[in-house]
């Protein structure tokens, strides 16, 4: 697939998300929630089809073709599963991040020993590291940053849900694609400043709404509190009722 087409598909995390999490979780979504996904998505496609944002390497690369695209939905599907089903995880079991993380990083070690041991090629893997000792260093740091990356991810996912963990995966790709266009000079087109003032107003509104959202429990919380508090006084003050 073409580089728009990547950036495309990296923008749209946010709608398998809400799709997996009505599937999976029986979750349900107000229209407040859809209207942000929508907006953000549709603002994210709008900055990338008009105008200049891949490199001069990735000019050259591949054109979108059907099989690209259909691995492209088969990723988006995925990935969407993924964080949703780690979020059913955590809240019906109550377990650990640290449980998680060295469990599904075991059953992927396990699947791709056996994948590479199916077609001969893990004796060349370890062979290139016999050649070439000082890869492992390499290996070391992509280890531990894969390992930060992972604790972050399912953090944010246990504490605040998929969802917002893929608002924050598409804001960053986002932010991106418009400091690459700033960093290389890649003039924004009228179009894309649209896009760019869709996404960041659909993010400021999502804020605000969630920030009502709590004073209104916080409120509400405090009301039965003293309701409480009010018939404990009155048991008290008349103890025959």
Excluded at 31 to 51: M, N, P, Q, R
Excluded at 69 to 87: A, C, E, I, R, W
Excluded at 171 to 193: N, V
Aim: proline letters at 2%; charged letters at 15%; aromatic letters at 14%.
């Amino acid at each position: 697939v073409s580089f728009p087409v990547q950036t495309l598909g990296k923008c749209a995390k946010m709608i398998p998300v809400m799709i997996w999490g009505y599937f999976i979780n029986s979750r349900r979504y107000d229209g407040a929630d859809i209207s942000v996904a929508a907006f953000i998505t549709l603002g994210c496609t709008i900055f990338a089809l008009y105008g200049d944002v891949s490199s001069k390497a990735s000019k050259s690369g591949a054109n979108t073709s059907t099989y690209g695209v259909g691995l492209m939905l088969g990723y988006l599907g995925f990935d969407g599963f993924t964080s949703t089903f780690q979020d059913k995880l955590f809240k019906g079991y109550q377990m650990e991040t640290y449980n998680q993380m060295i469990w599904v990083n075991t059953c992927s070690a396990a699947v791709s020993f056996l994948w590479l041991f199916s077609d001969s090629s893990i004796g060349q893997a370890f062979d290139f590291v016999g050649r070439h000792p000082k890869v492992m260093y390499d290996i070391m740091i992509l280890s531990t940053a894969s390992m930060l990356g992972q604790l972050c991810i399912l953090y944010t996912i246990r504490e605040f849900g998929a969802l917002l963990f893929a608002t924050i995966m598409t804001t960053r790709q986002f932010l991106s694609i418009l400091l690459s266009c700033i960093i290389f000079m890649h003039p924004l087109t009228l179009q894309q400043w649209g896009g760019t003032c869709m996404v960041f107003g659909a993010l400021y509104y999502n804020a605000f709404i969630k920030a009502g959202r709590k004073a209104a429990k916080k409120s509400d919380a405090v009301k039965l509190d003293g309701t409480e508090d009010e018939e404990s006084d009155n048991l008290i003050a008349n103890p025959e009722r």
